[in-house]
């Protein structure tokens, strides 16, 4: 694949691998042997970029995303970037904030444990901790760069002047946030921003978690450890309703002889250079299909059409109830 660069010189494949939905958020883990085979064709497949955190784990906390991570690119840590995420502690099944820096520093070596190296090439603040100023984490970052511990830092959905803020006490690489065809709020400040300050973009859930795949009937029944059971816009009716944006984007598939999966990727790496999305999959074909993405060209007109299109649709795309405790942590 070819290369993109994040910030002030991170260079990863133009698209990541988000690992989560392996063990953890998309109902029961797969079977780590499975998923090892999964990782390390995508790394022949040619993709770079890594993507876990320290609570991506299963209650009673026997397994942990960043193991399955570690073992399956350990052949391969002289040619990955891994990154993972601190500020999430689970805590009797239930996720708490917590940045303080002795967290922060005990999460690190926690992860480092897991993934089996001795540095991690980026280190996310998972949420923000509105008990901890985010200059004090900036603070604790740039220590764990300087002690070699880290190689690059980022934010993962911080709000405009939390950004600003971190990237004045040590300069961010990316910020990470939910961004999609069908979820288009970072087009507002967000990426602006971050284009004014050369900071790279990661995109989480850039095929809408899975949604915009063509692949979801609107009758279909999420478990409940599936994160999509929680979200608004994966209720029938809202399915039902964002169906015409399904429609759009297979109509688009066809003119340009594409899938779904790779028009809604390729609309999301065109938007900027310093984007880079981190779609994930626990079928390495999947993986394979999403990669020939990169290789789809909108040109200008193209883009414009869609944007137009887009715009007129009424969707029902809301991440979480207004008042859950997900949605109050977003932005911030």
């Known amino acids: 694949m070819k290369k993109r660069i994040l910030g002030k010189g991170l260079e990863v494949s133009e698209m990541g691998l988000g690992c989560m939905g392996m063990t953890h958020g998309f109902g029961e883990a797969s079977d780590e042997a499975k998923m090892i085979e999964v990782i390390r064709g995508a790394v022949e497949a040619g993709i ?7 609570c991506y784990q299963n209650d009673d906390g026997t397994i942990f995303n960043e193991t399955l991570v570690g073992k399956a690119l350990k052949p391969y840590r002289d040619k990955v970037v891994i990154a ?174 594409a899938t779904p999966a790779q028009i809604a990727l390729a609309w999301v790496m065109a938007q900027k250079p310093f984007i880079v999305p981190i779609p994930g999959s626990r079928k390495l074909s999947r993986i394979e299909e999403n990669i020939k993405a990169a290789d789809i060209e909108l040109n200008d007109v193209e883009l414009s059409n869609i944007k137009e299109a887009l715009d007129r649709l009424d969707l029902k795309a809301d991440r979480w109830d207004p008042n859950s405790a997900n949605a109050k942590r977003i932005g911030k």
């Not at 770079?48 to 320290?54: K, N, P």
């Open 84 to 257: 993972t995420k601190c500020g999430i502690k689970v805590v009797n099944g239930v996720q708490v904030l917590d940045a303080r820096p002795e967290v922060i520093r005990a999460s690190l070596e926690g992860s480092l444990r897991r993934l089996q190296t001795d540095y991690v090439d980026l280190y996310y603040l998972h949420r923000v901790d509105p008990n901890t100023e985010i200059e004090v984490v900036a603070e604790t970052m740039k220590e764990l760069m300087d002690e070699g511990k880290i190689r690059h830092w980022g934010l993962s959905e911080a709000g405009i002047e939390t950004i600003k803020k971190a990237h004045a006490i040590c300069p961010l690489t990316v910020v990470e946030s939910e961004y999609s065809m069908i979820w288009r709020e970072p087009e507002n400040e967000l990426l602006p921003l971050l284009e004014e300050l050369g900071i790279g973009f990661i995109p989480f859930a850039p095929l809408g978690k899975g949604f915009l795949t063509a692949t979801i009937d609107v009758n279909q029944i999420f478990a409940k450890n599936d994160t999509r059971s929680r979200q608004p816009r994966f209720r029938k009716e809202s399915m039902e309703a964002n169906q015409i944006l399904v429609d759009l984007i297979k109509r688009i598939a066809v003119e340009k002889g």
């Open 48 to 54: 770079t970029m890594f993507d876990t955190a320290e």
